[in-house]
């Protein structure tokens, strides 16, 4: 039982939890109500409730839902991923919940645009976390996952069209608005999902060029507890031998890495870049 209960562990049940929540609350307070339909389960179900008013957003997405993980139980067995079983049945709850806590007959406010960047920003964020640890709220995503593997389609492009296909029908449904304001949520979304993900692995990559390496590396080592690569190197105008260091640090780190170089050597040239996919030991696994 210990080896389960480990500060990685606990770190990702509460991003697990938090990412979920925050998909959730992007959806029924300000997609719902809205009817901001850009695509996935959450947009067919606002769809629906236009001809089938008997039930609600949530009562659809929850349907939804459970019939595609039943799908991706039945499909993929053990391989299907706890995580997003247990992030949809969370979504769904709390979707329910709220539909019976809080009903939802109006927006919040009269302010549509600012309603939109919530119920694209918050669900972005959320699925960014999750993406983050390998899960998902499923929904659209357990369909990926079949294409994937029975199908050499480009999932990406499936998803994609698929997504504005739903977008587009609620021009239909609701007006020329609200179909324009769900093709621009549809782009934020699409747009903000990436950057948010890739802030959550940039980093800091340096390329350092200096007559006295020895120093800089014992800093790097054994005050950042990082590693660095030494290459020797010349300079092509003096033809003086220098060290180049290459180097990868988190945000906070090379605030101090930057810091001592240009405190401890003020001749040693630094060049400084971001950097979001760094593969290896210490940062993301192989």
Known sequence: MKKYLTKDNLMQFLMLNGGTLLVAFGVYFFKFPNNFSTGGVAGVSIILTKYFPNLSASNFTTIFNMIL???????????????????????????ELLDWLYPMNAPFTDEPLMELIFAVGLPAVGSAILFNIDASTGGTDVVAMILKKFTSMKVGNALLASDLVITLAAVVAFGMKVGMF???????????????????????????????????????????????????????????????ILTVMTRGQAIHLRRFIRQNSPSTFMMITNTSEIIGKGFRGT
């Open 69 to 95: 993980l039943v799908i991706g139980f039945l499909v993929f067995g053990r391989g299907f991923g706890f995580k997003t079983a247990y992030s949809t049945i969370l979504m769904s709850g709390t979707l």
């Open 182 to 244: 769900s093709v621009l949520g549809l782009i934020i979304k699409s747009t903000l999902l990436d950057s948010v993900m890739e802030s959550f692995h940039q980093c800091k990559y340096f390329t350092i060029v200096t007559k006295e390496p020895q120093p800089i590396c014992d800093y790097i080592i054994h005050e950042l507890n990082r590693s660095a690569t030494k290459v020797p190197g010349q300079g092509a105008f003096a033809h003086e031998d220098e060290t180049i």
